[in-house]
């Protein structure tokens, strides 16, 4: 009992048990999995016990800046893209048999789709860059 007491302190307060590890981001600290805008920027520990990025080189940290930004983007035109394809869907279900609402119904899905994996290979590649670039 007092071991996961300690376990549980030391998630909250890591800080107090040690040093912090800013190595990577801590889970569950963005809202709907978007990153926070200092994502590829190298991270060290602040006061408080959590992780901050250092003085920002205008410069040097202007393109890790600028990836965490279109990664933000990627996403959130991801999360339209499932929203297009539930509307889509929907226009499906209620075309009630009209070929006309049908094959545009049919088209849209197709083209969200297409837009989806476009997605999926933007937030990968600017990922990859972003982790080769920064930190």
């Known amino acids: 009992m007092i071991t996961l007491l300690l376990a ?6 890591p800080s107090f048990f040690g040093a912090v590890d800013c190595s990577a981001d801590p889970p569950g600290t963005s809202f709907l999995s978007i990153p926070h805008w200092w994502k590829y920027l190298p991270l060290e ?3 408080a016990g959590g992780c901050a990025p250092h003085a920002i080189n205008l410069p040097d940290d202007l393109w890790a800046i600028g ?3 279109i990664d933000i983007m990627v996403r959130l035109a991801g999360i339209a893209v499932v929203f297009f ?3 889509a869907s ?3 279900i209620i075309s009630q048999g009209n070929a006309e609402k049908t094959t545009a119904a049919r088209k849209r899905i197709t083209n969200s ?3 989806l994996g476009v997605v999926l290979v933007a937030s990968v ?3 990859f860059i972003g982790n080769t670039i920064g930190k």
């Open 8 to 13: 549980k302190i030391s998630f909250i307060i």
């Open 90 to 92: 929907i226009s499906y």
């Open 125 to 127: 590649f600017v990922a």
């Open 113 to 115: 789709l297409i837009g």
């Open 67 to 69: 990836l965490a930004i």
């Open 85 to 87: 394809i539930i509307y």
């Open 45 to 47: 520990p602040d006061g």
